[in-house]
């Protein structure tokens, strides 16, 4: 039972325009939210994160929306750059179990082209 | 270079054989994790501890063992592997621990059952 989906498992788009990243949950008790980003033959390496209390989170050209009705986050890349290419993996936790279970999206693959 | 560091990189090992991940931190990080990734699955957490001398379990424990006998080492063991563990694994370190901690991940080792 997947709680955490990316249902775009790839993305290409043009150096220089947006990218947009999705990701839906279905656990309502979901309450903060992450982002990493993962080159091959790396480790994944943090990004963003965004608590329910807050609709967008900003950090220089990566902005995070969340839309806690529809239960839906995304990753905005503006401008996007070729070393952006990389796998992204959406993840949510619930704060107030304290505890160390964050579940994962299955990564879209972004590709920005020259 | 501070990080984390995993052995083997990759793997190919027959069933029913014993294996052991390592991982080592040098970042005095007091919780560690257990990820294997799979296609289509995102990363789902195997194993966690939050401090040395305790562990607990993630979402997919079950064929997988760890100790954490000081705070650098988290070493993983199969004691019996099957080909279902054919995965790539990561281990990953954060400072506190818990659902807003942001993790630090090793570069993975990719083993395969067969």
């Known amino acids: 039972d997947q709680q955490v989906k990316q249902n775009s498992p790839s993305l290409s788009v043009q150096e220089g325009r947006i990218s947009i990243l999705n990701c839906d949950y279905t656990?309502?008790?979901?309450?903060?939210f992450l982002w990493y980003k993962k080159y091959p033959a790396e480790g994944p390496t943090f990004l963003i994160s965004i608590s329910s209390i807050k609709d967008k989170n900003e950090d220089g050209r990566f902005t995070v929306f969340l839309n806690k009705s529809a239960k839906h986050l995304s990753l905005h890349i503006v401008p996007s750059q070729p070393g952006d290419s990389a796998v992204y993996f959406c993840?949510?936790?619930?704060?107030?179990?304290?505890?160390?279970?964050?579940?994962f999206g299955a990564g879209t693959r972004l590709t920005v082209k020259p | 270079i501070a990080g984390i560091t995993q052995a083997p990189t990759s793997q190919i090992l027959a069933a029913g054989r014993r294996m052991t991940l390592r991982c080592t931190q040098d970042m005095r990080h007091n919780a560690m994790y257990w990820y294997r990734q799979d296609l289509g699955l995102g990363l789902r957490l195997i194993h966690y501890?939050?401090?040395?001398?305790?562990?607990g379990k993630g979402e997919v424990p079950d064929g997988y063992s760890v100790s954490r006998a000081n705070t650098d080492d988290f070493p993983l063991t199969l004691a019996s592997a099957v080909p279902s563990q054919t995965s790539v694994y990561f281990c990953?370190?954060?400072?506190?621990?818990?659902?807003?901690?942001?993790?630090?991940f090793g570069p993975g080792t990719r083993l395969t059952v067969l």
């Open positions: 993840a949510a936790s619930v704060r107030w179990y304290n505890n160390n279970d964050m579940r």
């Open positions: 656990n309502s008790m979901f309450d903060y």
């Open positions: 501890s939050n401090t040395a001398g305790t562990t």
């Open positions: 990953a370190s954060s400072d506190r621990g818990g659902p807003t901690d942001t993790q630090y």
